[in-house]
């Protein structure tokens, strides 16, 4: 047994490129986004996949991104946004050591919506309007809300775990509820900022490309995201 493994260590050391320094490939991520002050990042995560291999990655947890371990291969790499969509890349490890994979056009994917377009009137098509809310200055809160019409005309909320991809419930909803949501939106409209006060929080409301985004610094006792869950979340008593 002792010569056995002795023979495995001795071909490992003579075969350099061989399978045994397979798994020493390295994956450097970058993106062209900035951190918004007080905020997540909105592309936080990629999904590495090969003919053998897929997991997924959280971004910006170190510097640099680097996932290492990865076998000589093609991988395609999808750099994913809070809000469901991707960016797509593919590379091919073979023979340099480590790749530098930069995403560019993360930063102006979006498009801020005008003052006067009203995202919650858009509901259509089976596409997902997400509000979401991040904070991390009053120790870290993360909540997210998909509201869909159906092709059928049927109105779902679904709220996720968090601001994770995991669904913790999905619920029908009608109408009187769906204008709950378009309150709430017309409301977070109205916040101004006050000098002095203090960052509390962002609130998002995104549709396919175009999004509101509302730095929370009007020392106001809106409870308007709390009002849109209690109106839409707790049906017949659930």
């Not at 450097?28 to 291999?53: C, M, R």
């Not at 790749?99 to 995202?119: D, E, P, R």
């Not at 998909?146 to 996720?160: C, E, L, S």
Request: glycine residues 6%.
């Amino acid at each position: 047994m002792l010569q056995k493994i002795y023979h495995i260590i001795l071909f490992c050391a003579l075969a350099q490129g061989s399978i045994c320094q397979n798994n020493n490939y390295s994956l450097v991520i970058t993106t062209d986004e900035v951190q918004p002050p007080g905020a997540l990042y909105t592309w936080n995560e990629v999904l590495i996949q090969s003919k053998d291999t897929s997991f997924y990655y959280t971004l910006h947890n170190r510097t640099p991104d680097k996932i290492e371990g990865l076998k000589k291969g093609k991988y395609t790499v999808r750099l994913l946004s809070l809000f469901h969509h991707q960016l797509i890349k593919e590379v091919t490890l073979s023979d340099k050591k480590e790749i530098t994979l930069a995403f560019s056009g993360a930063a102006k994917f979006y498009k801020t919506s005008k003052n006067s377009v009203k995202l919650s009137d858009k509901l259509s098509g089976n596409d997902t309007l997400f509000v979401a809310y991040t904070s991390l200055n009053l120790g870290e809160t993360f909540e997210k809300l998909g509201f869909v019409k159906t092709g059928a005309g049927v109105y779902k909320v679904i709220q996720y775990k968090g601001i994770s991809r995991n669904i913790q419930q999905e619920l029908e909803i009608n109408e009187q509820q769906i204008q709950a949501l378009k309150k709430f939106e017309a409301d977070l409209k109205k916040l101004k900022p006050k000098k002095d006060c203090p960052h509390n929080g962002t609130y998002t409301i995104t549709f396919q490309k175009q999004w509101l985004v509302i730095r929370d610094a009007s020392c106001s006792s809106w409870q308007g995201l709390n009002d849109l869950k209690a109106s839409v979340l707790f049906v017949n008593g659930k």
